[in-house]
C-alpha cells in the first residue's frame, strides 16, 4: 500500500525552528518528486515547496522568503522540511505530497498531515 | 503576482449537475497549465479528482469529469450526491516548478 505519514509538529514559538518528517511507504521512492502542501486554519491549501527524485531540483513558493528548505533522504524513503524564522502565519497543518509521474501534474498521493502551531 | 480564482462558494441539489471553474486574475487557462482539481472535507487530507485537465485520478467515478470551458478550467459533477458536498480546489502549474491552488470553493448539496 502507497502510504506517506508525517511527523514533527508541535507548537513552536514566534522566532523558533523546525523540522517536519515524511516517511514514505509502498513506492519506489526515489522516482518520484515529493512536495509539501500547507493548510492554515479556516484557510485553503498553498503548495509549498516540491524536490525532484534524484537530482534534487527545488522549488518553492516565492511567499517563503528562503526561510524552508526542502530536503530528502532517498536511502531511508523520507522527505524533510526544515523551517527557520518561524511566524504565527506558518501555523498550519503541514502534508506531504507525491507528484505524478509527470511533476507538473500535480500530486497523486497524499499524506494525513501534521499541524505546526507558532504562537508565544 | 497571478491569483488563481475560483467561485467561492456554490450549490447544487441532489442528482443535479454542477460546474466549477478555475481562472486566472489576468489571462487565460489553457491545458499548458495543466490544472488539477482536488476534494477536501473538513478534518481530511486533500483526494486527487482530476489531474492534466480532464485525467480522472485512480478511483474517481466518473460522475466528474473537467475540461477547458472558454478561458478557465472547470470541474463538472453529475448526478450530485450527498457527500460531494466538500471544499475544491484547482491547481495550476505555473511553470519553473511551480504550482499555484486557487482559493478553494465550497459546494454545498441541498
Known amino acids: 500500500e502507497v502510504q506517506l505519514v508525517e511527523s514533527g509538529g508541535v507548537l513552536v514559538k514566534p522566532g523558533g525552528s523546525l523540522r517536519l518528517s515524511c516517511a514514505a511507504s509502498g513506492f519506489t521512492f526515489n522516482t518520484y518528486s515529493m512536495n509539501w502542501v500547507r493548510q492554515a486554519p479556516g484557510k485553503g491549501l498553498e503548495w509549498v515547496s516540491s524536490?525532484?527524485?534524484?537530482?534534487?531540483?527545488?522549488y518553492y513558493a516565492d511567499s517563503l522568503k528562503g526561510r524552508f528548505t526542502i530536503s530528502r533522504d532517498n536511502a531511508k524513503n523520507s522527505l524533510y522540511l526544515q523551517m527557520n524564522s518561524l511566524r504565527a502565519e506558518d501555523t498550519a497543518v503541514y502534508y506531504c505530497a507525491r507528484s505524478f509521474t509527470d511533476y507538473y501534474y500535480g500530486w497523486d498521493v497524499w499524506g494525513q498531515g501534521t499541524t505546526v502551531t507558532v504562537s508565544s | 503576482q497571478t491569483v488563481v480564482t475560483q467561485e467561492p462558494s456554490l450549490s447544487v441539489s441532489p442528482g443535479g449537475t454542477i460546474t466549477l471553474t478555475c481562472g486566472l486574475s489576468?489571462?487565460?487557462?489553457?491545458?499548458?497549465?495543466?490544472p488539477s482539481w482536488y476534494q477536501q472535507t473538513p478534518g481530511q487530507a486533500p483526494r486527487t479528482l482530476i489531474y492534466?485537465?480532464?485525467i480522472r485520478s485512480s478511483g474517481v467515478p466518473d460522475r466528474f469529469s473537467g475540461t477547458i470551458l472558454g478561458n478557465k478550467a472547470a470541474l463538472t459533477i453529475t448526478g450530485a450526491q450527498a457527500d460531494d458536498e466538500s471544499d475544491y480546489y484547482c491547481?495550476?502549474?505555473?511553470?519553473?516548478?511551480?504550482?499555484?491552488f486557487g482559493g478553494g470553493t465550497k459546494l454545498t448539496v441541498l
Open positions: 489576468s489571462g487565460s487557462v489553457s491545458t499548458t497549465y495543466y
Open positions: 524536490i525532484s527524485g534524484i537530482n534534487n531540483y527545488i
Open positions: 492534466s485537465t480532464n
Open positions: 491547481v495550476l502549474y505555473m511553470g519553473s516548478g511551480i504550482q499555484v
